[in-house]
């Protein structure tokens, strides 16, 4: 594109524009037919979660194979309702009369649904209330059939039906007398996860959008770009949902709540990243282009590359994830990497069709002009990023080391973040009704009521089994079968023996119970198997940190191998990985100083660190990939070190407001009060922001420069015919200007 003496040619119009114009105009009609179908999926996406961690367990784990057993013992599943009733004065009779009445009148219940009523979903009527030792409450369980869970009532699930149904009655009925009534248990908090992530379909999304619109109004200063950029990541959501709405309804893959949430999370992000790298270099070719056709081909062939990268990237280390023994870890892997291809195809070809066919007026007021004022000839001194490049060209040493030694110092507080699991009434940051029903259970009957653990074993050592649970410490009532009084079920020779808990069953020391029992047991024989909900939480704790282990290295090798085919080296791919890496680290450093001494939050789930990395290495390598795919493009022309100063001044505009965006985007999970989603926002929006501001802008670019040509090991830069020579100045040099003499003119930085 440039003659002998430097300067751009303007392109002649292209014969074909015409062609052009109704080329993007079917493939903005296509994208308009895909979002008419794909759009009603993303709200339909909850219909095919599943948040029970039962369900997410590896085949090998414990708690799954005594699973197994139990189904086949029983004829039906349930998933117990609690219902607890307090009177801190003492339950008088009039009292012990009404509840009575209330538990008569259960599965009468009238529903949404005319003619539809409790009873139908419930395995056997509740037939009496059972009394607390200090007579201050009594605890009513009303066994809902799981398999009735996703029945659709009035647009609800039953699930979360009949916990309404319970409280509204129970409000009504016993609420007057001043008993206070609370619904607890399996179904209770499951029913409250629906009413806490129901807003994942709607809120979420929308406080997404409306964060991004703000800060793309900023950036562009225009009214009309920011909703061609938002309808981009809006379609690259719809071609998302086109395949894992069908994949998720047919069990090819799991979704969760959290999945089907940071899906919309990373779509919106992505697309808005990737549409900013392009529309960015558009416009700077249209200072040069006469034809909008002309510098959108050239803008989409310099950014195909990069994009592409980041892209494959993402997608590569989110299906690392299917490495994951968790199934919620690992439905996360296809849905986000299948989200993240929406947001790349609608990105390069939505987008770049929508701007041809509005041209120069989609920038509106601030319409670029043929001016041939080319951004990387003119940074010069000019704004902050022009003295960034400054700083870092006169003092590239002590900048890398500096920086270094702060990012060193935060990560030094990571060993305190503490993730060895919560409480599952602590997963909510608001208070909810079942987390309440479980803090007066535990005040009026042993706290692990309603969530026994239960043991396989060989009938013949069913009473070895019951000894081992009578001389354990926080475990009471063994029993063998599931009905009290009634011979057990033998199945394969097996039958199932029930304790129950005196620690309430999602809480840390009944984990440490069961992690008791199971060495216990082992002396009884190793066919002897502990299940029960405890025993899942736990195996889902122990399959997170051998997540940890296999995951993150495999997102290593495979970032490294995509950077070293990217950049055709292995000293750059080196300093990348290491200086993302580092990024992280320094984030949970300071991730757990914020969640340990300023939000006082619980703990964390196990899995935190492993999301956190997965999203921060991943998703922040980007904006390495972003600022040294510009680097080496300069590097031909320029030289190393000029190229590095002015790829950062070029870049530094636009990955900041990408990595803005990013942020923004996962501070919408902050909405919803789920205390996992919460840490993440926070985990990632921190971590994206330091790695836009701190590491790719300071450190990375330091360390480059000070490598010089060495960082193109081992293959080196090939250069392009630069015209005049360029003067690539040495490191020891002390001028605080470094002078590039190319095609493209003089720059000064």
Known sequence: MSDASGDRRPSARPKGRTAVRWVAALAVLAWFAIGGVGGPLVGRLSEVATNDNANFLPPSAESTSVSKLVERTTDTQTLPYLVVVERPSGLTPADLEAVQAYVDGVPGLALADPGRTVGEFLLAPPTAAIPSQDKQAALVPVPFIADKAEDTIAGDTALYAVAQALRESATSSLGASGLTVHVTGAGGFFADFIIAFGGIDGIL???????????????????????????????????????????????????????????????????????????????????????????????????????????????????????????????????????????????????????????????????????????????????????????????????????????????????????????????????????????????????????????????????????????????SSPQVGLVPGQPPKVVDGQVIVQATLDAAADSVEAEETIDTLRTSLDQVGTDVLVGGTTATNLDVRLASERDLKVIIPTILAVIFVVLMLLLRSIMAPLVLVAANVLSFAATMGVSAIAFNHVFDFPGSDPSTPLYGFVFLVALGIDYSIFLMTRVREESRVRGTRPGILVGLAVTGGVITSAGIVLASTFSALAVLPILFLVQIAFIVAFGVLLDTLVVRSLLVPAVAYDLGDRIWWPIGLRREDAGPDVRDKGQGEEEDAVTVDSPRGGTTI
């Open 205 to 475: 999304l929308l406080v997404a959008l409306g964060v991004v619109f703000i800060i793309l109004l900023i950036v562009y200063r225009s009214p009309i770009l920011p909703f061609a950029v938002l309808i981009t990541a809006m379609f690259g959501l719809s071609l998302a949902a086109l395949v894992v709405f069908p994949l998720a309804k047919n069990g090819a893959i799991s979704l969760s709540g959290q999945s089907q949430g940071i899906l919309s999370i990373l779509v919106v992000g992505a697309a808005t990243d990737y549409a900013l790298l392009l529309v960015a270099r558009y416009k700077e070719e249209l200072h040069d282009e006469e034809s909008t056709w002309a510098a959108m081909k050239i803008a989409w062939r310099a950014t195909l590359e990069p994009i592409a990268a980041s892209a494959a990237t993402v997608v590569l280390g989110l299906l690392c994830l299917r490495l994951s023994d968790l199934g919620s870890t690992k439905g996360l892997g296809p849905v986000g990497a299948l989200g993240i291809v929406g947001a790349f195809v609608a990105s390069l070809t939505f987008l770049p069709a929508v701007l041809l066919l509005i041209g120069r007026r989609i920038f509106w007021p601030q319409v670029p002009h043929v001016d041939h004022v080319h951004s990387a000839d003119a940074v010069g001194t000019r704004g902050i990023w022009g003295r960034v490049a400054g700083l870092v060209g006169r003092q590239p040493r002590r900048t890398w080391v500096v920086t270094l030694l702060a990012l060193v110092t935060c990560a030094a507080f990571l060993p305190t973040l503490d993730a060895r699991g919560i409480a599952q009434s602590d997963l909510f940051l608001t208070k909810v009704d079942s987390v309440t029903g479980q803090e007066v259970l535990a005040r009026h009957f042993p706290a692990g009521s309603g969530s026994p653990v239960q043991i396989t074993a060989p009938e013949a050592k069913a009473d070895a089994v019951v000894q081992v649970l009578e001389s354990t410490e926080g475990v």
